[in-house]
């Protein structure tokens, strides 16, 4: 009990610590680690693209000289390595920097009590050491060591920008970067951050290990890179091959080769796990599957990928591109010979062109969402020559997607001010039913449930009707909303959304607009305030509490929920209601919101996972389109394949390898591999040929059996045909659907099955 009430403490003032250090800025821009929004993928970021745009410029600038790095074309990474980092952060130090930080007095005395009088002692075969009071670390595994060690190592990069140096930084990982426009000047100015850093490290009682740091040349010449060395803490470093950094191997060109093939090492045995799980026959259902391949595939290949894979050159990253094939086949089961396009589709796997062109694009919309000073943003903002048609970036990439989707409304912050932790929330209800109501209920079903539930609300109160319209659920987004006085008087409200919009956010703005009318409108203080909506996911989101909302709409709903509640004591109920069905105030609400998306779009800020998801559906299109002529094309057209679910494993196969083109069950295919070769001696034992009879389907006798003429022509599958298509000779479009390409499958082997047996 003592240790969950002691795990409770530490993240209540961690909540209030971390509150403190991100309103007041204690963190600086350069520390990613362990901050919320914040990955490796930002410093890894703004190291490529950095690099990229310094050799983007000129070689000389014939104007003027420039000594101050920004011509520059040479590069040094040095990345070092804190012996014991946490172990030896001392207290007494830890205390006066929170002090000279300025947090509250009362939360420095709590860090203090907690830290101080830490006794330790070892028994040995019964025999107890002397006690051993800890005087400096912070404890592993607690909550609260990680947010310390920011506010601890704060003034390294302070330090380090003090003296004109580029710190990338992730917890205790510092990598350094150094620019000339000579490698003589770079290397001058990586042994000048070497020199400040081991001082820092000094005066704070830490300990840069020598023979862990790492120091890499940064240049487009191969000998640039021979016989380059600093000294670190008396201890001489060379500059090798490539440097690993936050799990990314770098090399000296960008081109992210060794990491390619890193990962592929790595991946490998993750896709012999899979191959484990299914089989021809058996094995986890499809789905399972799918997440497997995405979460434990392609989550371990996609690691900080935005910052490094738009760089990586096309042969490299189709070392990475196989891997995922090779997962898609075991989610399909189609064989090796399958089209590529066409095995990626039916797994539901994005290739990795098509990632990279997402992953770009939000990690350029999550940078340009960031505060104007952070570095990263600074970045994504700037602009550099194309002089090298090799060098590739995500900086590029995604401007070329969010001008493809249309993206030009500013957006949206992606870190808002949070509601302090110690903050109330206010007396707020949340309700998501209506009662019971069985699944499939009718509209009047609906209503009547619907209307029984309200009237048990207050009704001398000020309701507020909300509802947001989305065309398609993608775009031109309008929120409307009905505020009912408690006289009587009733108000109409239109904001437009913005033109890439989703569903889910439009319904939140027309919350968050309501109830900021409602502040704006200082009536019926003294009575309860009653919010219908039909969006149980706005809802959901909005009933975990203020401390939990990582959108601004979110933060700017409970302010006015605290506002509202705190001015007058008034208690707000938050409804849930049927849409769709007739109620007379959400019909009302909808009809107003369809008005509010015919309004001015374009100033209209959008959010990053809007842009996310814009981008993905354009990039998802582009592939579509370059799938080359063919059967599949025929098939599914500008479609993707439909999920195959409800299925035997065996079946389910069946279905990806006819809609793909290699159908295993066919004799063509068999004879193609040597697996059905002639009984007759000196016949065919394999060949690809059309005209050759050991490949002619074996039920009809009139061409190969290929997918196209099992589904679309062989006449001993015209009954199935005509009992799920409705007609005997369908077009390709008229058998994509699952239910239809397995009862084909289903009927051609049973119909070879007892042609078996007779034989």
């Known amino acids: 009990?003592?240790?969950?009430?002691?795990?409770?403490?530490?993240?209540?003032?961690?909540?209030?610590?971390?509150?403190?250090?991100?309103?007041?800025?204690?963190?600086?821009?350069?520390?990613?680690?362990?901050?919320?929004?914040?990955?490796?993928?930002?410093?890894?970021?703004?190291?490529?693209?950095?690099?990229?745009?310094?050799?983007?410029?000129?070689?000389?600038?014939?104007?003027?000289?420039?000594?101050?790095?920004?011509?520059?074309?040479?590069?040094?990474?040095?990345?070092?390595?804190?012996?014991?980092?946490?172990?030896?952060?001392?207290?007494?130090?830890?205390?006066?920097?929170?002090?000279?930080?300025?947090?509250?007095?009362?939360?420095?005395?709590?860090?203090w009590s907690w830290l101080r009088d830490r006794r330790v002692r070892v028994e040995v075969q019964g025999a107890l050491s002397k006690e051993r009071i800890f005087r400096a670390g912070l404890p592993q595994g607690s909550v609260l060591s990680p947010q310390l060690f920011l506010l601890w190592a704060a003034g390294l990069a302070e330090a380090l920008r003090a003296a004109g140096i580029s710190p990338y930084i992730y917890a205790d990982d510092t990598a350094v970067l150094s620019s000339g426009n000579t490698l003589e000047t770079a290397i001058q100015r990586a042994q000048t951050a070497a020199d400040v850093l081991a001082a820092w490290a000094h005066r704070n009682k830490m300990l840069v290990a020598g023979?862990?740091?790492?120091?890499?040349?940064?240049?487009?010449?191969?000998?640039?890179?021979?016989?380059?060395?600093?000294?670190?803490?008396?201890?001489?470093?060379?500059?090798?091959?490539?440097?690993?950094?936050?799990?990314?191997?770098?090399?000296?060109?960008?081109?992210?080769?060794?990491?390619?093939?890193?990962?592929?090492?790595?991946?490998?045995?993750?896709?012999?796990?899979?191959?484990?799980?299914?089989?021809?026959?058996?094995?986890?259902?499809?789905?399972?599957?799918?997440?497997?391949?995405?979460g434990y595939v392609r989550g371990a290949l996609e690691h900080a990928a935005a910052a490094w894979l738009?760089?990586?050159?096309?042969?490299?990253?189709?070392?990475?591109?196989?891997?995922?094939?090779?997962?898609?086949?075991?989610?399909?089961?189609?064989?090796?010979?399958?089209?590529?396009?066409?095995?990626?589709?039916?797994?539901?796997?994005?290739?990795?062109?098509?990632?990279?062109?997402?992953?770009?694009?939000?990690?350029?919309?999550?940078?340009?969402?960031?505060?104007?000073?952070?570095?990263?943003?600074?970045?994504?903002?700037?602009?550099?020559?194309?002089?090298?048609?090799?060098v590739r970036g995500w900086r590029t990439l995604g401007r070329q997607m969010l001008a493809e989707v249309e993206v030009t409304a500013p957006i949206e912050p992606v870190l808002p001010p949070r509601i302090p932790p110690w903050e109330r929330g206010g007396n707020v209800t949340f309700c998501l039913d209506v009662g019971p109501l069985r699944t499939g209920a009718t509209e009047g079903e609906k209503i009547r449930a619907a209307t029984r539930h309200l009237a048990a609300l207050p009704q001398r109160a000020t309701w507020l009707w909300t509802d947001g319209s989305v065309e398609g659920g993608v775009k031109d987004g309008g929120s409307g909303a009905v505020v009912i006085w408690s006289d009587g008087e009733e108000e109409d409200l239109k904001t437009p959304a913005g033109r890439h919009c989703s569903s889910y956010r439009a319904e939140m703005l027309a919350l968050a607009s309501g109830l900021e009318h409602l502040l704006d409108n200082p009536r019926d203080r003294d009575i309860p305030i009653v919010i219908c909506t039909d969006s149980m996911a706005s809802l959901a989101t909005l009933r975990a509490g203020p401390t939990a909302q990582t959108s601004p709409l979110?933060?700017?709903?409970?302010?006015?929920?605290?506002?509202?509640?705190?001015?007058?004591?008034?208690?707000?109920?938050?409804?849930?209601?049927?849409?769709?069905?007739?109620?007379?105030?959400?019909?009302?609400?909808?009809?107003?919101?369809?008005?509010?998306?015919?309004?001015?779009?374009?100033?209209?800020?959008?959010?990053?996972?809007?842009?996310?998801?814009?981008?993905?559906?354009?990039?998802?299109?582009?592939?579509?389109?370059?799938?080359?002529?063919?059967?599949?094309?025929?098939?599914?057209?500008?479609?993707?394949?439909?999920?195959?679910?409800?299925?035997?494993?065996?079946?389910?196969?069946?279905?990806?390898?006819?809609?793909?083109?290699?159908?295993?069950g066919a004799r063509s295919y068999l004879h193609r591999i040597g697996r059905s070769p002639s009984p007759i001696p000196g016949g065919c034992q394999g060949c690809n040929r059309d005209e050759c009879r050991e490949s002619w389907c074996p039920l009809c006798r009139e061409e190969p059996d290929k997918p196209d003429h099992v589904l679309l022509r062989c006449p001993a599958l015209m009954g199935t045909r005509t009992r799920t298509c409705y007609t005997i000779h369908p077009e390709p479009e008229e058998v994509r659907e699952t239910a239809v390409v397995a009862a084909l499958a289903a009927a051609a082997r049973g119909a070879q099955s007892r042609q078996a047996t007779l034989h």
């Not at 690099?51 to 070092?80: I, N």
């Open 554 to 664: 979110g933060v700017r709903i409970w302010r006015a929920f605290s506002r509202l509640s705190r001015e007058g004591h008034r208690p707000i109920h938050a409804q849930w209601v049927p849409s769709h069905c007739g109620i007379e105030g959400n019909e009302r609400a909808d009809a107003i919101a369809k008005e509010a998306a015919e309004l001015p779009q374009e100033d209209i800020p959008v959010d990053t996972r809007t842009i996310c998801r814009a981008v993905a559906r354009a990039a998802r299109e582009a592939t579509i389109k370059n799938w080359p002529a063919g059967w599949f094309r025929s098939v599914m057209g500008d479609r993707l394949p439909p999920r195959v679910t409800g299925l035997e494993r065996s079946s389910a196969v069946d279905v990806h390898q006819l809609r793909a083109g290699h159908w295993s």
């Open 310 to 390: 738009p760089a990586a050159a096309p042969s490299h990253a189709e070392l990475i591109e196989r891997e995922m094939r090779a997962a898609a086949r075991i989610v399909t089961g189609c064989p090796r010979s399958t089209p590529t396009h066409a095995v990626m589709a039916e797994a539901g796997l994005a290739p990795m062109e098509e990632r990279k062109k997402v992953l770009a694009a939000r990690l350029l919309g999550r940078a340009l969402a960031l505060p104007p000073t952070d570095p990263l943003r600074r970045t994504a903002e700037a602009t550099a020559p194309s002089r090298l048609s090799s």
């Open 211 to 294: 023979e862990k740091t790492q120091l890499l040349v940064l240049s487009q010449n191969a000998k640039d890179a021979v016989g380059c060395t600093i000294k670190v803490s008396g201890k001489t470093v060379r500059a090798g091959d490539s440097l690993v950094l936050l799990g990314i191997e770098i090399d000296r060109r960008l081109q992210f080769g060794a990491h390619c093939r890193r990962l592929r090492r790595r991946v490998r045995p993750r896709v012999a796990h899979l191959r484990r799980l299914a089989g021809r026959s058996w094995g986890l259902d499809e789905q399972a599957l799918r997440t497997v391949a995405n």
């Open 1 to 111: 009990m003592l240790s969950s009430v002691s795990k409770l403490a530490e993240r209540l003032i961690l909540a209030r610590l971390a509150f403190v250090a991100e309103s007041r800025g204690l963190v600086p821009d350069e520390q990613v680690g362990f901050r919320a929004k914040r990955s490796a993928e930002d410093s890894i970021g703004r190291l490529v693209q950095n690099v990229q745009d310094g050799w983007q410029r000129p070689k000389y600038d014939r104007r003027a000289e420039r000594p101050d790095g920004s011509t520059a074309q040479k590069y040094l990474l040095t990345a070092y390595d804190f012996s014991r980092a946490y172990d030896v952060v001392d207290h007494k130090l830890l205390k006066l920097r929170l002090l000279e930080l300025g947090l509250p007095l009362c939360l420095v005395r709590w860090v």
